[in-house]
């Protein structure tokens, strides 16, 4: 509930802490699409680690074309 406050009120670090949690599937259910829309949100505050994140996770979880080419735009604004 700490990471949903903090995140919602513009913690990055929360909503990446927060979108683990929802891919790990221990202390919340599994949810893929509230843990990319987390990484997604923070990704536009400007976290890079978000981004870098948000890339993994499409190339790890939604394994598609869109997804892959959507995943090096991801990578690529966390290195720039």
Known sequence: EY?????????????????????????????LDIAEGLLEQACNRESLTACANLGSLLVDYRRTPEAQVAAVSHYRKACD
């Open 3 to 31: 990471y949903r406050t903090a995140c919602r009120n513009g913690s990055n670090e929360a909503c990446i802490n927060l979108a683990a949690d929802y891919l790990d599937g221990q202390r919340v259910s599994f949810d």
